[in-house]
């Protein structure tokens, strides 16, 4: 069987330095607490995995290791009741700015309404070139938009004794809306400080973001004041209390 260096027993120092076999556990244990998978992933064989878990963390130098970690890791009462009211408070709303904007709108105008808008533009630039005072080269290039209205006109007045009910599709008059944009920045900085599930990308790069449920925080909000009580009552048989059950964690132990 795979054993590492090391003294397992009471007398070992507290003080005993990890190998980097050791220190690999350790860290991959911290991350979901399953001692098997952390020795697999320290390089441990598959077949000693979960004893050599077992015995690793009851040696008490690693297991001082752990313990330290954790209670770096563990949050005060007040920094889970602050992140616990955050996450029921959040909303996706918060994450998006509102701001105006022009857009300009696709209508559908028949042809008799395109082919009065064209006279009207015809008749107005007509009158802006005679009081323009245009040189030649303006002139030049008044006359040839003219030309093409009237063609347009034309080419439309033909269309319509074909077909009275033709019409297109074009650009209508802009106007000023509500648009909302997704302010990432602070998305960002709501995931990095926990309060949102997850935050990840389609190939396309629009965000796809997991909330935290605000209902089950809000639940656990109530109890931690106290506004909820739970009463379990559980016995044995013939209806004797169950024996109690002792938990260790980060030293302490903990009935339940």
């Given at each position: 069987m795979e054993t590492d260096k090391g003294t397992n027993g009471e007398e070992a120092s507290q003080l005993q330095k990890l190998t980097a076999k050791e220190e690999r556990f350790c860290m991959e244990y911290l991350v979901d607490l399953n001692a098997s998978r952390a020795a697999r992933s320290a390089g441990y064989s598959e077949k000693t995995a979960r004893q050599i878990g077992y015995e690793n963390l009851t040696k008490p130098y690693i297991r001082s290791f752990i313990d330290a970690r954790l209670k770096e890791k563990t949050m005060?009462?007040?920094?889970?009741?602050?992140?616990?009211?955050?996450?029921?408070?959040?909303?996706?709303?918060?994450?998006f700015t509102i701001s105006k904007k022009e857009y300009t709108p696709r209508v559908i105008k028949t042809l008799g309404q395109l082919i009065k808008e064209l006279e009207t533009e015809i008749t107005l630039n007509a009158e802006y070139a005679e009081e323009a005072e245009l040189n030649d080269d303006e002139t030049e290039a008044h006359q040839a938009e003219q030309k093409w209205r009237r063609r347009q006109v034309l080419k439309y007045k033909i269309e319509l004794r074909h077909n009275p009910s033709a019409s297109r599709i074009v650009n209508g008059e802009p106007e000023m809306i509500e648009a909302a944009e997704l302010d990432l920045v602070k998305l960002v900085k709501a995931k990095e400080s926990g309060r949102i599930k997850s935050l990840s990308y389609t190939p396309s790069g629009i965000p796809k973001i997991d909330m935290y449920s605000a209902d089950a925080a809000l639940v656990s909000l109530a109890r931690m004041h106290g506004l909820y009580i739970d009463k379990t009552e559980v016995t044995g048989k013939d209806g004797e209390p169950l024996p109690k059950q002792v938990i260790v964690i980060g030293g302490k132990e903990i009935e339940f």
């Open positions: 005060r009462a007040d920094e889970v009741l602050k992140m616990t009211s955050d996450i029921a408070k959040s909303s996706l709303n918060e994450f």
